[in-house]
Antibody, heavy 116, light 107 residues
Framework: QLHLQESGPGLVRPSETLSLTCTVS????????WGWVRQPAGKGLEWIGR???????NYNPSLKSRVAMSVDTSKNQFSLTLHSLTAADTAVYYC??????????WGQGILVTVSS | IVLTQSPVTLSLSPGEGATLSCKAS???????IAWYQQKTGQSPRLLIY???SRAADIPDRFSGSGSGTNFTLTISRLEPEDFAVYYC?????????FGGGTKVDVK
């Protein structure tokens, strides 16, 4: 059974950079698309972007100028970097498999709060 | 593509049927619509993909239908564990989008 686990800081200061990692176990990151989705408290889901194991990426146009994603096949991980954080970036961040289409496996999510 | 889900909240009793709507602002290529269920404090769970194909281990009381710009998730008889928020998502374009969600709660 595939398992995804997000890791990273729970609190980040405004204007700083968020770095999250998703560790995949029970399967390989190779030859799949992987994605990030976030959800502010009490609100809906927002797609952040996707990365393929070759490093090819696509991002939400509303976040494109601030986001980067990558894959580390040697560690079976993929990552999200989001720059210039504001309070509006406070959310639960999910990593998931299948960002080209639908998402069939999800991590448990990590709450990231942007506050000084 | 903007997805609009209705109603925002659906109040029903266990055993009743539920019909959830997802309308797209433009035609969704190849009917590439997925539906997810999210319970409080949990990650979303894939229910339906390709508008009408059930994901693995999803009970057959869940069904999806529709084409073009109008899509529907139907729950034939609500079980206690079905009370949750449901989201549609389109993957017909490079940028993925989700609907705003429909909450199915106990009447």
């Amino acid at each position: 059974q595939l398992h995804l686990q997000e890791s990273g800081p729970g609190l980040v200061r405004p204007s700083e950079t968020l770095s999250l990692t998703c560790t995949v176990s029970g399967g390989s990151v190779n030859n799949f698309y992987w994605g990030w989705v976030r959800q502010p408290a009490g609100k809906g889901l927002e797609w952040i972007g996707r990365v393929f194991t070759t490093g090819s990426t696509n991002y939400n146009p509303s976040l494109k100028s601030r986001v980067a994603m990558s894959v580390d096949t040697s560690k079976n991980q993929f990552s999200l970097t989001l720059h210039s954080l504001t309070a509006a970036d406070t959310a639960v961040y999910y990593c998931a498999r299948g960002g080209l289409r639908y998402f069939d496996y999800w991590g448990q999510g990590i709450l990231v709060t942007v506050s000084s | 593509i903007v997805l609009t889900q209705s109603p925002v909240t659906l109040s029903l009793s266990p055993g009743e049927g539920a019909t959830l709507s997802c309308k797209a602002s433009q035609t969704v290529r190849s009917n590439y619509i997925a539906w997810y269920q999210q319970k409080t404090g949990q990650s979303p769970r894939l229910l339906i993909y390709g508008a009408s194909s059930r994901a693995a281990d999803i009970p057959d009381r869940f069904s999806g239908s529709g084409s073009g710009t109008n899509f529907t998730l139907t729950i034939s008889r609500l079980e206690p564990e079905d009370f949750a928020v449901y989201y549609c998502q389109q993957y017909g374009s490079i940028s993925l989008t989700f609907g705003g969600g429909t909450k199915v709660d106990v009447k």
